[in-house]
């Protein structure tokens, strides 16, 4: 049905930038809210950043001011650009997309629930 793909993690020293692309496909007519989380071996998965299709944006406090997420409506893509990276910041990021509508070949549903990408590794480190 939908796929997440998300490209861009990799290692980066403390005060470095990365970028992290995801891509979400399917038969695809919209997505309400596109977004990233993170994850530790020691935390639970929390929200970094999410955009809803109106505009909406919602940070995280730890990131306020340092990450900036994007998104192209029409290609049902999302974007998270990462500056002034801190060593906590180390996680594996995942992509997330909320309430979709899709299209087959004789209905359109509507689906409430999260889907996520497989994951991609940040690591800040010296």
């Known amino acids: 049905q939908v796929q997440l793909v998300e490209s861009g993690g990799g290692l980066v020293q403390p005060g470095g930038s990365l970028r992290l692309s995801c891509a979400a496909s399917?038969?695809?007519?919209?997505?309400?809210?596109m977004g990233w989380y993170r994850q530790t071996p020691e935390k639970e998965r929390t929200l970094v950043a999410t955009m809803s299709s109106p505009g909406r944006i919602e940070y995280a406090d730890s990131v306020q001011g340092r990450f900036t997420i994007s998104r192209d409506i029409a290609k049902n893509t999302v974007t998270l650009q990462m500056n002034s990276l801190k060593p906590e910041d180390t996680a594996v990021y995942y992509c997330?997309?909320?309430?979709?509508?899709?299209?087959?070949?004789?209905?359109?549903?509507?689906?409430?629930?999260?889907?996520w990408g497989q994951g991609t590794l940040v690591t800040v480190s010296s």
């Open positions: 997330n997309a909320k309430g979709i509508t899709i299209a087959t070949h004789s209905n359109i549903n509507y689906y409430a629930q999260d889907y």
């Open positions: 399917g038969s695809i007519l919209e997505i309400n809210h």
